[in-house]
């Protein structure tokens, strides 16, 4: 089982980047999927997570009306598009897949290795 995060990189304060998630050895459409993050000193956090129908959202305050998290379950990825970024957006940004919806890391069970998002001037 591996999951497989990619479209980190640096971006100016306003602009946008669409991270991406692939999962390999297993099949999503039985699992919520979710993004969190960790910047530099801090805690891992929540960013978003998507139920297995696609039906329901949830969003940390902090990013809600300017990330979306969307999934296709026919290429078994999930995406965030993160647009109006700010220089506190800046951290590692995680994929994670668990049975249920749920905005606690703890109780994810799988892992992607992360992507590095750097809001910058």
């Known amino acids: 089982v591996q999951l497989q995060a990619s479209g980190g990189g640096l971006v100016q304060p306003g602009g946008s980047l669409r991270l991406s998630c692939a999962a390999f050895?297993?099949?999503?459409?039985?699992?919520?999927l979710g993004w969190f993050r960790q910047a530099p000193g801090k805690e891992r956090e929540f960013v978003a997570a998507?139920?297995?129908?696609?039906?329901?959202?949830i969003y940390a305050d902090s990013v809600k009306d300017r990330f979306t998290i969307v999934r296709d379950d026919d290429k078994n990825t999930w995406y965030l598009q993160m647009n109006s970024l700010k220089p506190e957006d800046t951290a590692v940004y995680y994929c994670?897949?668990?049975?249920?919806?749920?905005?606690?890391?703890?109780?994810?069970?799988?892992w992607g290795q992360g992507t590095q998002v750097t809001v910058s001037s």
């Open positions: 994670a897949a668990h049975t249920t919806l749920s905005g606690s890391y703890s109780v994810y069970k799988y």
């Open positions: 050895g297993f099949y999503i459409n039985n699992y919520s």
């Open positions: 998507i139920s297995k129908s696609g039906n329901t959202r």
